[in-house]
């Protein structure tokens, strides 16, 4: 027994240590991802953001260095307060608030302190920093805007939110990322790939060297520089031009499809969103529903699309051969069909063949076309649905698939959508239900964009491309396939002529005689669009909304525009002039009709859109 | 010296088993130490190129021991002990204070800590009076004087202080018992070291009330099997254990200098761990942890470059061997500390003197207790006492005292072999 003791102890022993080593090393795998977290940094190197430039290569957006005061609270030692704050530019309350906070998220990882200082205020701060221990300067890298428009096209960047990282591993919380317009759709190509390094630590956090001397470290590659299809001189007259209005423009090119000018008015000034206000401004951006300067009113503004339609209704009503380009239609001040009240029309000589209808913008005219349409097949449900398929053919009624991020689809009703509404086949309905389409009034509603793209579509004699706004990737040369390739429409290609030669006396004799420029050809359509909201529960009318289409010169055309003035009234009151002075703009580079850029630029509308919310009666069209 | 080599039957298991050690240490003090930044590997300011040259001393003194005759040992036991005894009285005056403890001789930038040699010097004391041919270990007299050998230099070394190296003569009550001492006083030292360690850790009031705990669970256990427990005597017992450790509290905050107390929570591990969570043995658990079955690889451990443990060439030099070796590297070092003890007892048993059976299970016995302590302390298992894992710990005094002790062993055996 005296002699066992020990040489059992010790044989128990080998055994609790060798079990005890195996529960550490083999069983319980949790040591192996604590010892990880433990010793390992990962250290990202951010690249160089992309530039992007407009058609012509002017920079638009370069980048600018952003310094970032950031804290490790634990490692902080007593220090001047009053002097700190004092170079800061903050109050002992502010430094108190701020430092609690930032302790309460950790205080042994870092967090900002105060963002984005600027150069110089960087410049006085640098030289002191070894005062205060625990706080040092982070550089960041940010947006620097060359231009003050465009802020919707361009979009911005902003730290990346939790969904976006719980989608894509690629993103850490607190990296910027893309959130708007082309920041947003070319993110992979703008930003780069950003390198890595992992760096061994001791216990106190120190950086000891590169883990395992480097092997899974890999270097940041630069983002891709872009090129917009914009032409910025174009976009900021635009801007200028949409001044106290709302509404939008959008130019392109017909025979390639690049959007020349998106104008989404109001807007702001990009460099808003950079710096030390950018939470600030953004949210008074954000917050203001009423003007609403962050909603893209040309992508995502829903409207009915007025008189231009009409020459849509013309080219269906051709196509489907129910009426001849030479016959007259009567007019009698409205077409009658039957209903409570006719479809009115203005005054105009009588009758009109389809050029003639077309310059006079007769509703009359277009209701007989339509009407016929929808007839010709045995039930409206068919008429209704061959009309709807020669309207998808323009792209319209659903999304166009153009390069930004935002977007509606429109709406071109179908059978269905009537069945519905009204209860078939309980009751029956006829195309005279519906007869305000042939007008664009009615159901049919159109973003500012896909208006524009008909107006191509017209302008080009039949066939449209897929509207972009990337020109090329700087040293790539390549844009995507989809928007090179040629969309033909369900409608002959001869019967867009005579469509044009409408459009042609629009300009030269009709509702739009009051805009014509010396020396160019312009073919266009007025639209005057009867609109209503909402306040407070109650339905009201407002001022017609401002509707201008247009395509210069007349043959082999260099520019398509679709503006829209919300309750601007008459379609050549605001819409036809902002599109003849971007037209003349854009191809001749300067303004001969003085009178006509003074009367827009100095416009106003505020007090129309100030007028539902008044709460007081109010006139409108005047 | 021809007969010398032929008369040396030198036990070569002991042998291979204190290289491969040595060897399993000198490598991974090499990657605790060891910095990307090293450029020559001959710089004296390195720990590893120093155990390097301890190493390479060892084999001197090695050589040393072996020469000398066996006898020497036997008959100078008591002036070795005498003169170990003084060079801890020494350290008073001319020691050197490291740490917060004065357990050092000084000479330029080398230490010498008589503590790591008086363990040899006391288990030849020990030896040479349990073999006394009139010592009887059940005798008062005899028990209390053998006691005295062990409770001298502890004292000395409690004082310095060093509490870590001073529990460690608890191990000497492992050779007394295997000599005839009652079992009763192996409890009572297990119980002892227990109450000390464990009110120091955990502190008083949490260890009265586990003892008092204890005793009822126990008292009870026994009422239940109808045995008729007499109450008096547990009470009896529960109170001379929480009045045992409110004298060690009592002892460290009263009659402690504030420099003891710093030294017993270094030892204590309470230094580092400021905030009590059990920093050091939490490292040391994912350092250990996340070497899986053969570890990262030499020099390849995280825990280990990035320092998280601490101590870790010297107290905690197992951890590294956990990461960087894996399940099969630490398991494979436990076998070699758990056949080198078992072959240390098998020899103990075939000495034919006392003396060296004595000295045999005192090493075997001390072997034990620091690996028991340091691989528990270090796994987990055990609250943590700074004390080194033999052999393979950083250190030139730890080394030479555990060759010193080793090594007077080897030689002890060798010749009593020969005369049998």
């Known amino acids: 027994m005296r002699k066992l003791l020990l040489l059992a102890l010790v044989l128990v022993t080998g055994v609790v240590f060798a079990a ?157 990322i893309g959130t708007g317009g082309v920041e947003k759709q070319y993110e992979d190509i703008l930003r780069g790939t950003k390198g890595v390094k992992y760096i061994q630590k001791d216990r106190f956090n120190r950086d000891i060297g590169p883990y395992k001397e480097g092997i899974y470290d890999t270097l940041p590659t630069r983002g891709h520089d872009i090129m917009l299809t914009i032409d910025a001189a174009l976009q900021d007259y635009g801007e200028k031009l949409m001044v106290n209005k709302r509404g939008g423009i959008i130019a392109i090119e017909p025979e390639t499809g690049e959007i020349l000018a998106l104008v989404a008015a109001p807007n702001y ?183 524009v793209n008909f107006t191509t579509t017209i302008a080009n004699r039949g066939y449209y491309y897929t509207p972009h706004i990337l020109k090329k990737i700087v040293d790539l040369d390549t844009i995507p396939h989809k928007f090179t390739e040629k969309h033909l429409t369900s409608i002959d290609q001869k019967y867009f002529e005579p469509v044009v030669e409408g459009m042609n006396d629009v300009y030269h004799y009709g509702t739009a005689s009051s805009i014509q420029i010396p020396g160019i050809e312009i073919c266009g359509k007025t639209g005057t669009a009867e609109n209503y909201i909402r306040v407070n529960g109650k339905r009201m009318q407002l001022t017609d909304h401002s509707v201008f289409v247009a395509f210069a010169p007349k043959d082999n055309p260099k520019i398509a525009i679709a503006v829209f003035v919300e309750n601007g009234y008459w379609g050549s009151r605001w819409a036809g002039r902002i599109a003849g002075l971007m037209i003349e703009k854009y191809l001749h580079g300067e303004i001969s009709r003085k009178d006509m850029e003074d009367y827009v630029l100095n416009g106003s509308l505020m007090e129309e859109y100030n007028k539902p919310y008044t709460g007081e009666p109010f006139k409108i069209n005047q | 010296m021809a007969n010398f080599s032929r008369k040396l039957q030198l036990d070569w298991w002991t042998i291979v088993l204190y290289g491969l050690l040595v060897s399993v240490g000198w490598i991974n003090i090499y990657s605790a130490s060891y910095t990307e930044s090293t450029q020559a ?246 350092a250990i942890g996340s070497g899986g079955w053969t570890g990262k690889g030499w020099l390849q451990g995280t825990q280990t470059k990035g320092n998280f443990v601490p101590e870790q060439h010297t107290d905690y030099i197992f951890s590294t061997i956990g990461e960087e070796w894996g399940f099969l590297g630490s398991l494979a070092v436990v076998v070699l500390f758990v056949s080198l003890i078992i072959r240390l007892l098998v020899l103990s048993e075939r000495q034919k003197s006392i003396f060296g059976r004595v000295y045999g299970y005192s090493v075997a016995s001390i072997l034990f207790f620091h690996f028991f302590v340091n691989v528990g302390m270090v796994t987990g298992l055990l609250p943590t006492i700074g004390i080194p894992l033999p052999f393979i710990s950083y250190g030139g005094s730890g080394l030479w005292g555990f060759t010193i002790l080793l090594f007077i062993f080897v030689k002890l055996d060798a010749t009593n072999y020969i005369h049998s």
């Open chain 2, 41 to 286: 590997f001959f710089d004296f300011s390195q720990i590893y190129f120093k155990q390097l040259f301890f190493i390479a001393l060892s084999i001197v003194l090695i050589i040393f021991i072996l020469a000398l005759d066996s006898k020497f040992y036997e008959r100078f036991s008591s002036v070795i002990y005498l003169v170990s005894l003084a060079s801890l009285l020494g350290l008073f005056v001319f020691g050197k204070n490291i740490n917060g403890a004065t357990s050092w001789y000084a000479f330029g930038s080398f230490g010498l800590q008589p503590s790591e040699f008086a363990k040899a010097a006391t288990a030849l004391a020990l030896g040479k009076y349990v073999s006394d041919i009139q010592t009887n270990m059940n005798e008062w007299k005899h028990q209390i004087r053998s006691f005295l050998i062990i409770v001298l230099p502890a004292l000395l070394i409690i004082a310095q202080p060093d509490p870590g190296s001073a529990l460690v003569y608890a191990a000497f009550l492992f050779p007394m018992y295997r000599e005839g001492l009652h079992y009763i006083f192996l409890l009572l030292g297990f119980m002892a070291a227990a109450l000390f360690v464990g009110t120091l850790s955990i502190g008083t009031k949490w260890m009265a009330l586990m003892i008092a705990a204890m005793a009822l669970a126990h008292f009870l256990f026994r009422l239940k099997r109808n045995k008729r427990p007499k109450w008096l005597r547990y009470a009896f017992v529960t109170i001379l254990c929480i009045g045992f450790s409110f004298s060690v509290n009592y002892v460290f905050n009263t009659v402690f200098e504030q420099r003891h107390r710093d030294r017993f929570n270094i030892v204590l591990g309470k230094e580092v761990d400021e905030k009590g969570i059990g920093y050091n043995t939490n490292q040391s658990e994912i």
């Open chain 1, 269 to 451: 000034d990009p460099s808003l969103l950079v710096g030390r206000d950018r939470s600030k401004n953004f949210s008074k951006l954000y917050y203001d529903t009423i003007a609403k300067p962050l909603y893209d009113r040309v992508l995502q503004g829903e409207y009915p699309p007025g008189s231009p339609f009409k020459t849509l209704t013309a080219l269906i009503g051709l196509q489907e051969g129910v009426i001849a380009l030479d016959e007259k239609i009567y007019c009698h001040g409205g077409y009658n069909y039957g209903g409570s009240k006719k479809l009115g029309c203005h005054h105009h000589a009588t009758p009109l063949s389809m050029i003639g209808g077309i310059a006079n913008s007769c509703n009359s005219y277009f209701a007989t076309v339509y009407r016929r349409t929808i007839d010709k097949y045995p039930t409206p449900q068919e008429g209704i649905d061959h009309w709807r398929q020669h309207l998808l053919s323009f792209g319209l009624g659903n999304y166009l698939g153009y390069d930004l991020p935002v977007g509606k689809k429109g709406l071109i009703p179908d059978s269905e959508y009537y069945n519905h509404f009204y209860q078939y086949p309980k009751y029956n309905w006829y195309s005279t239900a519906t007869i305000s389409n042939s007008i664009g009034q009615g159901e049919v509603l159109l973003t500012p964009i896909q208006m």
């Open chain 1, 20 to 176: 005890r080593l195996f529960y550490l090393q083999i069983y319980d795998t949790s040591y192996q991802k604590l010892s990880e977290n433990n010793a390992i940094k990962v250290v990202y190197d951010y690249p160089q953001r992309g530039y992007i430039f407009d058609r012509n290569g002017k920079l638009l957006v370069t980048n600018q260095p952003s310094y970032d005061v950031m804290v490790i609270p634990r490692n902080v030692k007593p220090l001047d307060t009053l002097e700190f704050c004092a170079l800061l530019k903050i109050t002992k309350e502010d430094f108190i608030s701020i430092y609690k906070k930032d302790s309460i998220y950790s205080t042994r990882l870092p967090s900002v302190f105060i963002p984005q200082l600027t150069k110089s205020e960087y410049a006085a701060l640098s030289e002191k920093m070894y005062k205060y221990e625990g706080f040092y300067i982070q550089k960041r890298s940010l947006r620097d805007y060359q231009v003050n428009h465009s802020a919707n096209v361009l979009g911005y960047i902003s730290e990346v939110n939790e969904r976006t990282i719980k989608e894509n591993p690629y993103y850490q919380m607190g990296e910027l």
